[in-house]
């Protein structure tokens, strides 16, 4: 059994600690992301698309302000609808969506996607649409992705 002399231990004491807080430093260990930030997306994004905006209003914001078409999803009505209305195609990138059964019609687009160590945090919101393609509510919802 190997016998450590206090210069040893004194010694391990003393680098061991800024070692591990280096490494949780590092790897961003000790970042907590428990929806605080997916609160704060959702408030931003209620000042630019308030509850009652119509459907094209909300994906007019999505392809021109927020630069993100090509990372998420709309009701297949509203590409449409917007494709027809502004005649443009190339900048829609959004995988069409629909269900015939709930007749649920929302947007869902990454809003947000930053490493966050060895996982890439992201924040999704999804606006939410009544029967008259009103916007009723915005969800956010936080995540990784990685090992």
Same mark, same amino acid.
């Given at each position: 059994?190997?016998?450590?002399?206090?210069?040893?231990?004194?010694?391990?004491?003393?680098?061991?600690?800024?070692?591990? =807080?280096?490494?949780?430093?590092?790897? *961003? +260990?000790?970042?907590?992301? @428990? $929806?605080? &930030?997916?609160?704060?997306? %959702?408030?931003?994004?209620?000042?630019?698309?308030?509850?009652?905006?119509?459907?094209?209003?909300?994906?007019?914001?999505?392809?021109?302000?927020?630069?993100?078409?090509?990372?998420?999803?709309?009701?297949?009505?509203?590409?449409?609808?917007?494709? =027809?209305?502004?005649?443009?195609?190339? *900048? +829609?990138?959004?995988?069409? @969506? $629909?269900? &015939?059964?709930?007749?649920? %019609?929302?947007?869902?687009?990454?809003?947000?996607?930053?490493?966050?160590?060895?996982?890439?945090?992201?924040?999704?919101?999804?606006?939410?649409?009544?029967?008259?393609?009103?916007?009723?509510?915005?969800?956010?919802?936080?995540?990784?992705?990685?090992?």
């Amino acid at each position: 059994m190997p016998r450590f002399t206090l210069r040893q231990l004194l010694l391990t004491a003393a680098v061991f600690p800024p070692l591990i =807080a280096a490494v949780w430093y590092c790897f *961003d +260990l000790g970042r907590v992301h @428990t $929806g605080s &930030e997916e609160n704060a997306v %959702r408030k931003k994004l209620l000042t630019y698309t308030p509850p009652g905006a119509s459907a094209m209003q909300v994906l007019a914001f999505v392809v021109n302000d927020l630069h993100r078409s090509g990372q998420g999803n709309a009701y297949h009505q509203y590409l449409e609808d917007y494709r =027809a209305s502004t005649g443009r195609d190339d *900048d +829609l990138q959004l995988t069409p @969506t $629909g269900d &015939e059964f709930t007749g649920e %019609r929302t947007i869902e687009v990454v809003v947000s996607s930053r490493p966050s160590g060895l996982v890439t945090h992201e924040v999704s919101a999804t606006w939410h649409f009544d029967a008259q393609d009103r916007l009723t509510d915005i969800t956010t919802r936080s995540y990784g992705i990685g090992p």
